[in-house]
């Protein structure tokens, strides 16, 4: 794994709270729990807490509905949308069965030898295990925020011809790139085109979704540089053709476009929305000045859409 430079000492870095302790504490425990139960009993348990919480309706799960929506259209019945945010549910307490059970999957079942971004969980702890296990079974795990230019470095894997992939319908630094999605303006992170432009790697838009008790994995096809036009208009015109791949994959299986944050800059907080377009600007007027042409950058996150780069 590629980290963070320099190492904190012990006087530097924080000691975490007993909150964050404690949740450790019960990752770790529900983590061993969770490997040693069969997994009809462990798909049943996580199946069960999925319904209380689509039926407590809580503000994630609200967040979830309003994004179906727009997958639905303006036509969805009430009750459609409540029988597919069901079904979304369901699928996304699959997805964490699934990565709690990792460690006792058989290997054929596991991609290894590939490098991706991570957003940064909280407590510490919690993400450094998620880190550990990937990085065991071949991954290089770049953080999200907090370490080394992760840009950089999976510029550096592309060119030396290794395989990059990056969860991006989503954006989650501020900095995002404004697409028109499912008929609305929406953010979606901008480092994977940018990488292509950057590169010369192949930008080819992958939609994943359960298929019976298996996975189903669709690779499109390559979406091509475009000749004319800055970096950053080119990264910005193949973002929207990204956009376009999500939509159809996502109305193709929309139970599992885990998507229960916000996407949509109608949803978003105006204020926040503003006070992060003001720092991106003024990034990029340093930038410029500075004589440089800034990327936008590149992170990675659980989902049910993503890109793939591969080196030339």
């Given at each position: ?15 975490p709270s007993l909150k964050d302790r404690l949740a450790s504490a019960a990752y770790a425990l529900g983590w061993s729990a969770v490997c040693r139960l069969p997994e009809s009993w462990a798909a049943a348990a996580f199946n069960f807490f999925a319904d209380i919480a689509w039926r ?257």
């Amino acid at each position: 794994m590629a980290r963070s430079g320099a190492k904190a000492g012990p006087a530097a870095k924080s000691r975490p709270s007993l909150k964050d302790r404690l949740a450790s504490a019960a990752y770790a425990l529900g983590w061993s729990a969770v490997c040693r139960l069969p997994e009809s009993w462990a798909a049943a348990a996580f199946n069960f807490f999925a319904d209380i919480a689509w039926r407590r309706q809580g503000p994630r799960v609200r967040v979830l509905e309003g994004n179906l929506r727009r997958v639905l259209g303006p036509t969805a019945t009430g009750k459609e949308l409540r029988a597919l945010s069901r079904a979304s549910m369901q699928s996304y307490a699959r997805y964490w069965l699934e990565i709690f059970r990792l460690p006792v999957m058989p290997t054929e079942r596991l991609v290894g030898s590939l490098t991706t971004v991570m957003e940064r969980l909280d407590p510490e702890a919690v993400y450094e295990r998620f880190v550990a296990f990937r990085q065991d079974i071949g991954m290089e795990v770049l953080p999200a925020s907090g370490g080394q230019n992760a840009f950089g470095v999976l510029a550096q894997r592309l060119r030396a011809g290794k395989l990059v992939a990056l969860p991006c319908d989503r954006d989650v630094t501020g900095g995002g790139i404004e697409v028109e999605f499912f008929g609305e303006k929406a953010l979606m992170m901008g480092g994977p085109a940018a990488l292509a432009v950057q590169t010369g790697a192949a930008l080819m838009p992958a939609t994943l979704w359960f298929d019976g008790d298996r996975w189903g994995v669709r690779i499109h096809e390559e979406i091509p540089v475009p000749e004319a036009g800055e970096r950053w208009q080119k990264s910005a015109a193949m973002t929207q053709q990204i956009a376009r791949v999500f939509e159809q994959g996502i109305r193709e299986h929309p139970a599992d476009w885990h998507m229960l944050q916000r996407v949509f800059v109608a949803d978003l907080d105006p204020q926040r929305l503003a006070t992060a377009r003001a720092r991106v600007a003024a990034r990029a007027r340093a930038a410029r000045k500075n004589g440089a042409e800034p990327a936008p950058a590149a992170s990675g996150d659980p989902a049910a859409t993503d890109t793939v780069a591969g080196g030339p």
